[in-house]
C-alpha cells in the first residue's frame, strides 16, 4: 500500500460488469514525507467513502481488485482506507 | 523480499474489513548497508516489529495472502521478519 | 487506472491463439487536464468503447479479469467509458 490525496472524481455510466455504483477517484501518489510524487491516477474506492482533499492509503496490482466486490474486475488501484493519522516517528504527525 | 526499516504507523478508522485491528506500519526501503532508499510501502506486521527496527518485508501478493491465511484478502505487502544482521561480502 | 483516449483499433491476422476474438484499440494517455500526454497502449477492450471515447485503462494482471480477457495474454484492458472528471472541484471534462 501507499499513501495518496484525493484530488479530484471521474463519472464513468459505462463500466465493466461488476463495476456499476463503485465510485471512482482521481488519487495523487505521496512519498514518504507527504510530497506528491509520480502522476496522478485513478483507483476505485472500496471503502465509498472517501472523498476529495482526504488522505488515504491504496493497494496496486490484482491486489486491488480483491478489495472489491465481486472481486473479478479488472481495476488495478483501489483505496483500502481512509488515513486519520499518520505518524512518522522522527516527525510531527500529519495531517 | 526487501529490506527496509519501520519509520511510522498508520491510523484509518474506515478501512476494508479484512485489515480490521491489523497493524499497518510504514517502511522506508533501504539498502543492504542499511542507508535509506526514496521509495516506501505500507505493510501489514506479523512479527511485532517496533519503530526504527529493520525489518524483511514481502512485497508479493500470492505470497503475503498464503502468510495471512487470507486467500481472497486485497493485500500484498506482509513484514515477514526482524533483521538481526545482513551480511555482505567484502 | 488511466485516462486515455482511443485513437483506433488494432488489427493483427497473424497472433497467439488465444487473443482471436478480442476486440484490440489504441489508446493514448491524457493527464489530468486531459492533454495527450505519455504514450499510446494497445488494450483490449471490455466494454464496447468506439474512437474518440475517454476511458479507464486498468493494467497489469488485474487486466485479465474480465470474461474477455480471462487467461489471455493481455496487459491492459479499456474497463470504462467516462463521462466527466472534475479535479479541485473544477470539471476538466464532460463527453
Keep these: 500500500m501507499l499513501l495518496g490525496r484525493v484530488i479530484g472524481t471521474v463519472v464513468a455510466t459505462v463500466a465493466y460488469d461488476g463495476l456499476a455504483g463503485v465510485p471512482f477517484l482521481f488519487v495523487q ?5 507527504g510530497a506528491p510524487q509520480g502522476a496522478p ?9 472517501a472523498g476529495p482533499g482526504e488522505l488515504v492509503a491504496f493497494e496496486g496490482g490484482r491486489e486491488a481488485a480483491l478489495a472489491l466486490e465481486p472481486w473479478f474486475v479488472p481495476v488495478d488501484h483501489t483505496i483500502v482506507g481512509i488515513v486519520d493519522r499518520h505518524d512518522r516517528y522522527d516527525e510531527e504527525a500529519t495531517p | 523480499m526487501i529490506l527496509g526499516r519501520v519509520v511510522g504507523d498508520i491510523t484509518a478508522t ?8 491489523k497493524k499497518l506500519l510504514v517502511v522506508e526501503r533501504t539498502a543492504p548497508d542499511g542507508a535509506p532508499l526514496p ?13 526504527g527496527e529493520r525489518v524483511l518485508v514481502l512485497d508479493e501478493g500470492n505470497g503475503a495472502r498464503q502468510v495471512l491465511a487470507a486467500p481472497d484478502a486485497p493485500v500484498r505487502s ?4 526482524i533483521l538481526d544482521a545482513v551480511e555482505t561480502e567484502g | 487506472m488511466q485516462l486515455a483516449r482511443v485513437a483506433g483499433t488494432v488489427v493483427a491476422s497473424r497472433k497467439e491463439e488465444s487473443l482471436e476474438g478480442l476486440k484490440l484499440l489504441l489508446v493514448r494517455q491524457l493527464d489530468t487536464e486531459g492533454r495527450e500526454a505519455g ?5 483490449a477492450d471490455a466494454v464496447g468503447a468506439g474512437p474518440g471515447e ?6 497489469g494482471s ?23 472528471w472534475e479535479i479541485a472541484g473544477e470539471t476538466k471534462y464532460t463527453k
Design chain 2, 78 to 81: 506482509v513484514i515477514v521478519g
Design chain 1, 41 to 49: 491516477l485513478v483507483a476505485a474506492d472500496a471503502t465509498r467513502m
Design chain 3, 54 to 59: 475517454v476511458v479507464l485503462v486498468a493494467a
Design chain 1, 29 to 33: 501518489p505521496l512519498d514518504k514525507r
Design chain 2, 14 to 21: 474506515i478501512r476494508h474489513p479484512f485489515y480490521g485491528a
Design chain 2, 39 to 51: 521509495d516506501y510501502l505500507i505493510a501489514v506486521d506479523t512479527v511485532g516489529a517496533g519503530p
Design chain 3, 62 to 84: 488485474s487486466a485479465r479479469q474480465t470474461r474477455a480477457t480471462q487467461n489471455r495474454p493481455v496487459d491492459a484492458v479499456v474497463m470504462a467509458i467516462v463521462d466527466t
Design chain 3, 39 to 43: 504514450g499510446f497502449l494497445v488494450a
